[in-house]
């Protein structure tokens, strides 16, 4: 297996996730969702019934928890604690909390502990929000994705209207800035481009030419 160790950073809904699934694919690293691990603790948080403010329960429940990925034919199955929550963590409650649960420092601990035990065992393409400033400021390849707010927006937007799922764009927008802020303004490792990131603005990009993009940017790093 190719031990490149790829960090890809960004905010909300600049396409990271499937990005990362065929670019991981095709260099042959394991791909890690970390934004999936962040979820999987608010959802079972809320299921818990646990106050999003408390932090010592947040930090029990992040030290305690078994998140598992399972590859399928498309993407990855997401387990928490054995029960699949593939689809439960994408659901607007907890799409909403999942900033406040990420900011607290002892489940941050816990998730970037995790995320670097999976890194020491093999190759991978790792996405998230700190990755290239926190979880490995030694990979091999950085990557910044981004795109404008509206083209973030517009992609949610097509996403949700293809699923049959009624949505208003305005609140999409304003839901992904809010998350953005939210993320980038916490105290323990905010959301921040690495200084040794290479940028990519997707907007105005398909997908297969993002794609081309990194692929060549890893290779270049191989
Ligand atoms: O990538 P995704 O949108 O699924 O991430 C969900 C949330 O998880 C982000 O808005 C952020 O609050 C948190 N997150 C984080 N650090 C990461 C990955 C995600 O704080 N490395």
């Avoid at 699934?21 to 809320?46: E, S």
């Avoid at 209207?161 to 839901?175: N, R, S």
Wanted: aromatic share 4%; glycine share 6%.
């Amino acid at each position: 297996m190719n031990t490149l160790r790829v960090a890809l950073d960004g905010p909300a809904g600049a396409g990271k996730s499937t990005v990362a699934k065929r670019v991981a694919a095709a260099l042959g690293v394991a791909y890690v969702d970390t934004g999936a691990m962040y979820r999987a603790i608010t959802w079972k948080a809320l299921q818990k019934g646990i106050e999003l403010h408390d932090e010592v329960a947040l930090t029990e429940l992040a030290d305690s928890i078994h998140i598992d990925f399972k590859p399928r034919s498309v993407g990855q199955a997401v387990f928490v604690d054995g029960e699949e929550v593939t689809d439960a963590i994408r659901s607007f409650d907890v799409t909403n909390n999942v900033s406040a649960v990420s900011a607290v420092s002892g489940v941050r601990v816990a998730m970037v502990k995790l995320q670097q035990d999976i890194a020491a065992r093999t190759g991978v393409l790792m996405d998230g929000r700190d990755i290239g400033t926190v979880v490995l400021p030694n990979a091999d390849v950085k990557i910044w994705l981004t795109a404008s707010v509206e083209a973030r927006a517009q992609r949610r937007y097509q996403e949700l209207l293809g699923k049959g799922i009624a949505c208003d764009f305005e609140q999409i927008k304003e839901d992904i800035q809010r998350r953005d802020d939210y993320d980038a303004s916490r105290e323990h490792s905010p959301m921040v481009k690495a200084d040794d990131a290479v940028v990519v603005d997707t907007t105005g990009m398909s997908i297969d030419e993002v794609i081309a993009q990194i692929e060549t940017i890893c290779h270049s790093a191989q």
